[in-house]
């Protein structure tokens, strides 16, 4: 059953709420949790890219780094046709809530919350 604010809502599915969500996650959730995790110096970046990044250009390298892999990513979602492009922003959502939710849990741990 709908109601009036569930018919105004735009469907998960929708391109533009998927796109938002992963960039709320990909980017904006991993930013804040690595340089937290990585500003108490009990954690260190690990990542293929962001390890070598992070430590010779510091958040600033992470924030380039994550707008390339976004924008990249746009180019090949309006390359691909649909249906199969909805994988892509589909794919920085899921890296991202991942990531986001272990840097999370690492940041915690090492800081004894839990």
């Given at each position: 059953m709908m109601t009036a604010v569930?018919?105004?809502?735009?469907?998960?599915?929708?391109?533009?709420v998927?796109?938002?969500?992963?960039?709320?996650?990909?980017?904006?959730?991993?930013?804040?949790?690595?340089?937290?995790?990585?500003?108490?110096?009990?954690?260190?970046?690990?990542g293929p890219l962001g390890d070598p990044i992070v430590s010779r250009y510091g958040l600033p390298g992470m924030v380039v780094l994550k707008l390339v892999v976004v924008c990249l990513s746009y180019l090949a979602w309006r390359i691909v046709p649909a249906p199969d492009r909805?994988?892509?922003?589909?794919?920085?959502?899921?890296?991202?809530?991942?990531?986001?939710?272990?840097?999370?849990?690492?940041?915690?741990?090492t800081s004894g919350a839990i």
């Amino acid at each position: 059953m709908m109601t009036a604010v569930s018919a105004r809502l735009p469907p998960l599915r929708s391109p533009r709420v998927l796109w938002s969500l992963a960039v709320a996650f990909f980017i904006v959730g991993d930013l804040v949790t690595t340089s937290v995790g990585v500003s108490s110096g009990q954690i260190a970046e690990v990542g293929p890219l962001g390890d070598p990044i992070v430590s010779r250009y510091g958040l600033p390298g992470m924030v380039v780094l994550k707008l390339v892999v976004v924008c990249l990513s746009y180019l090949a979602w309006r390359i691909v046709p649909a249906p199969d492009r909805i994988g892509i922003p589909l794919g920085l959502l899921l890296v991202g809530v991942l990531v986001t939710f272990w840097n999370s849990f690492v940041v915690l741990m090492t800081s004894g919350a839990i």
